[in-house]
């Protein structure tokens, strides 16, 4: 499986990104996409996730700011991040899972770099 991210960039405090994730290649239908970050010296985190059904989960942190949304006919997930911190940089990663089949797989993109500048 292919993820292809895009959308990171610099941005001043207050400012928008949007984050696009698309997925190829899967043998088996995927079910949560996902973004995790992982900002320098901290664990990876979550960010948010969406289901093939819709249901969504947000970190608390970025509840209310960032909206993560997909097209389940393209496979592709996007991030909405709005009113950006300066605490919000990292790299952000694509996640996708696959529906089980009972294996669940998981696959990871590069990451892109989402630097907020005070």
């Known amino acids: 499986v292919q993820l292809v991210e895009s959308g990171g960039g610099l941005v001043q405090a207050g400012g928008s990104l949007r984050l696009s994730c698309a997925a190829s290649?899967?043998?088996?239908?995927?079910?949560?996409m996902g973004w995790y970050r992982q900002a320098p010296g901290k664990e990876r985190e979550l960010v948010a996730v969406?289901?093939?059904?819709?249901?969504?989960n947000y970190a608390d942190s970025v509840k209310g700011r960032f909206t993560i949304s997909r097209d389940n006919a393209k496979n592709t997930v996007y991030l909405q991040m709005n009113s950006l911190k300066p605490e919000d940089t990292a790299v952000y990663y694509c996640n996708v899972k696959t529906a089980p089949t009972p294996v669940v797989y998981e696959y990871w993109g590069q990451g892109t770099q989402v630097t907020v500048s005070p």
């Open positions: 969406i289901t093939s059904g819709s249901s969504t």
């Open positions: 290649g899967s043998r088996f239908s995927i079910n949560a």
